[in-house]
């Protein structure tokens, strides 16, 4: 079985209540227990998603393109990046969570200025800069009452 990785954004249609979030969370950890589904969801006040999901690749793009971008309850749903990895970066979590700010995502998803001279255009961050950068935030991150503690 080989190690996929998707990383994605969306907005939600209306802002999600913190029981709705409970909700989608333990939804979310059940499915992805039963998948073999590890990730992190980072969610902010005014409706942005941002979501990384690594397993088997045909699990984890059939959970994305059959149930997320078919879920009526969110919008414009894009991948960031996705492709082969060695290992999990979210081992320990079905679905670990953050709050973020729309400034935190702003930040996570900004252009890497270009790094030769004869390149002048910005570039996005590969999956490996992104995924360093998010565990810089998780780490960082304040905890939430409702973030899954690692399996051990």
């Given at each position: 079985?080989?190690?996929y990785q998707l990383i994605y954004q969306s907005q939600s249609l209306v802002p999600f209540e913190t029981s709705e979030l409970a909700a989608l969370l333990l939804q979310a950890r059940d499915y992805n227990r039963v998948h073999?589904?590890?990730g992190l969801l980072l969610y902010?006040?005014?409706g942005r998603f941002m979501q990384v999901l690594e397993g088997e690749q045909s699990r984890v793009r059939d959970l994305f393109y059959q149930h997320i971008v078919q879920d009526p309850?969110?919008?414009n749903?894009?991948?960031l990046t996705d492709g082969p990895?060695?290992?999990r970066s979210f081992a320990d979590w079905t679905m670990g969570f953050r709050v973020a700010t729309a400034?935190?995502?702003r930040s996570l998803l900004q252009s890497?200025?270009?790094n030769e001279p004869g390149l002048l255009v910005p570039r996005p961050h590969t999956r490996p800069e992104l995924l360093e950068l998010l565990h810089d935030f998780v780490a960082n991150g304040e905890t939430q009452p409702w973030l899954e503690h690692p399996h051990r």
């Open positions: 079985m080989a190690l073999h589904i590890s902010t006040p005014d309850r969110h919008y749903c894009r991948v990895a060695l290992r400034l935190d995502l890497v200025p270009p």
